[in-house]
C-alpha cells in the first residue's frame, strides 16, 4: 500500500552542505507529511503542509508541493552528520490513512 | 505526557505461538495505527482505529488481530505467524482530524522462528 516514490534513494554529502529530497505520490490528497527514521527505529515527524499549501519552512526544513503534478521536496539546509537517517513522505487522504513513500537514506558526513 | 509506548521492544516467536503487541499513549489522541515495516523499506499501513472503533484493515492476514480496548491502548495479538512475518512493527497515534502529524512509537522489533 505504498503511495509513491521518492527520489533519489541514497544521498551522500558533506556537512554544511543541502539535501534536497523529492516525492512523488499517486492520488489526491488532503495533506503531505515529512518523517525522519533513525536506524530502523521510531519515525520523527517533521513537518506538514495541508494540499492548499505550497511551501512551508520550519527551522532548516523548506518543504515544497505541486498537486499539479502531484509531487513535493524537502530541502535540509546547512546539513550537520545528525541529519544521516532516513526521510520519508507520506500522504493522508480523507480517512486518516497515511500511507509513505519509499523513502531516501542520507548521509552527512563530517 | 507527549510519547507513544509500545511493549516489547524485541520479541522472538515459534510459528505455533500466541503473543501480543502492547501500545499506549495518553496524549487524547482518538486515532491510533499499527504500521508493519521491512528492512530497508517504507512502513506499510495496516490498521487505523478511530475512535476505538476499526476504520481501516488493509487487507491483513487473520493471524494478526488488532484490538482497541479503550482510548488509550491498541493491542496487536499474533498467532500461527510466518517467518516472513519478521518486521518492526510500528505503533502511532493522532488526533482525529486531517491536518496532524502522527506520534510514532519506536517498535516492537519481531522474529518469528
Known amino acids: 500500500s505504498q503511495q509513491g516514490e521518492e527520489d533519489p534513494q541514497a544521498l551522500s554529502i558533506q556537512e554544511g552542505e543541502n539535501a534536497t529530497m523529492n516525492c512523488s505520490y499517486k492520488?489526491?490528497?488532503?495533506?503531505l507529511q515529512w518523517y525522519r527514521q533513525n536506524s530502523g527505529r521510531g519515525l520523527v515527524h517533521l513537518i506538514l503542509?495541508?494540499?492548499?499549501?505550497r511551501e512551508k519552512h520550519s527551522g532548516r526544513l523548506r518543504v515544497t508541493l505541486d498537486t499539479s503534478k502531484k509531487s513535493s521536496s524537502l530541502l535540509i539546509t546547512a546539513s550537520r552528520a545528525a541529519d544521516t537517517a532516513s526521510y520519508f513522505c507520506?500522504?493522508?487522504?480523507?480517512?486518516?490513512?497515511?500511507?509513505f513513500g519509499a523513502g531516501t537514506r542520507l548521509t552527512v558526513k563530517p | 505526557d507527549t510519547e507513544v509506548t509500545q511493549t516489547p521492544k524485541h520479541l522472538v516467536m515459534g510459528m505455533t505461538n500466541k503473543k501480543s503487541l502492547k501500545c499506549e499513549q495518553h496524549?487524547?489522541?482518538?486515532?491510533m495505527y499499527w504500521y508493519k515495516q521491512k528492512a530497508k523499506k517504507p512502513p506499510e499501513l495496516m490498521f487505523v482505529?478511530?475512535?476505538?472503533?476499526?476504520?481501516i484493515n488493509e487487507s491483513v492476514p487473520s493471524r494478526f488481530s488488532p484490538e482497541c480496548p479503550n482510548s488509550s491502548l491498541l493491542n496487536l495479538h499474533l498467532h500461527a505467524l510466518q517467518p516472513e512475518d519478521s518486521a518492526l512493527y510500528l505503533c502511532?497515534?493522532?488526533?482525529?482530524?486531517?491536518?496532524?502529524?502522527?506520534?510514532f512509537g519506536s517498535g516492537t522489533r519481531l522474529t518469528v522462528v
Open positions: 507520506a500522504t493522508d487522504g480523507n480517512n486518516n490513512d497515511m500511507r
Open positions: 482505529y478511530s475512535y476505538e472503533k476499526l476504520s
Open positions: 503542509i495541508r494540499s492548499n499549501e
Open positions: 496524549m487524547g489522541h482518538r486515532a
Open positions: 502511532a497515534s493522532s488526533p482525529r482530524g486531517l491536518y496532524y502529524g502522527y506520534t
Open positions: 492520488t489526491s490528497i488532503n495533506n
